[in-house]
């Protein structure tokens, strides 16, 4: 019954590799995004779509391409992993972009890149 | 640019006891939402709590309540008979809708709270 999932939970991989996070959600949510967790545990928004279109893209490298196939799914696909992309990524899905919406976060895919 | 600060990098509470935990923020908005999130060691980010601007009322959820000071752009979280259960990072958040964008959360850098017995 988990309502957002992601896959995998732990990546660990080499510098210069390519590597996808997936995201699903169950709750018929229309609006999902990314987040990254710094290891100072800071967290901020990376991505954020709604209804399958792309209306929030932070300041990325365009190595991080976020692709959403459905509604429910949001997936991140990244490019020429570097050091700096060490963290814990986060996908979240709200009901509607709504100024009050809950955000429901998934369990987070700590990625470490050697 | 909305800002979020939380001053106290790390709070202690006793069992039982009642703990204060500080936010701040920077908005020229006069419409948003607040929010506490709670981050416990299994890194599942949970709701914790609300306030909408416009509601002068502050919100509470059972042993959690909120002090929200609109002028002072003040939005402190009262974690009341702390338990055990309660030990985790707290992050504040903001969300408002800045005429031509996208609204986003932005998050505080998190209180570390721990409950001792």
């Known amino acids: 019954d988990t309502a957002v999932s992601q896959t995998p939970k732990y990546l660990v991989t080499q510098m210069g590799n390519d590597k996808s996070i997936k995201c699903e959600q169950n709750l018929g949510h229309d609006t999902m995004y990314w987040y990254k967790q710094d290891s100072k545990k800071f967290l901020k928004i990376m991505f954020s779509y709604n209804n399958k279109e792309l209306i929030i893209n932070e300041t990325v490298p365009n190595r991080f391409s976020p692709k959403s196939p459905d509604k429910a799914h949001l997936n991140l696909h990244i490019n020429s992993l570097e050091l700096g992309d060490s963290a814990v990524y986060f996908c979240?899905?709200?009901?509607?972009?709504?100024?009050?919406?809950?955000?429901?976060f998934g369990p987070g895919t700590r990625l470490l890149v050697l | 640019a909305q800002t979020v600060t939380q001053s106290q990098p790390e709070m202690s509470v006793q069992e039982a006891e009642t703990v204060t935990l500080s936010c701040t923020y920077d908005?020229?908005?006069?419409?948003?939402?607040l929010f506490w999130y709670k981050q416990p060691p299994s890194r599942q980010m949970i709701l914790v709590i609300r306030q909408e601007a416009y509601k002068q009322q502050n919100a509470t959820e059972n042993r959690f309540s909120v002090n929200f000071q609109k002028a002072a752009k003040s939005f402190s979280l009262k974690i009341s008979d702390s338990q055990l259960g309660d030990a985790a990072m707290y992050f504040c958040?903001?969300?408002?809708?800045?005429?031509?964008?996208?609204?986003?959360?932005?998050f505080g850098t998190g209180t570390r709270l721990q409950v001792t017995l």
């Open positions: 979240a899905s709200s009901p509607s972009e709504g100024l009050g919406e809950t955000q429901y």
């Open positions: 958040a903001y969300r408002s809708f800045p005429a031509g964008t996208a609204s986003k959360l932005t």
């Open positions: 908005t020229s908005e006069s419409d948003y939402y």
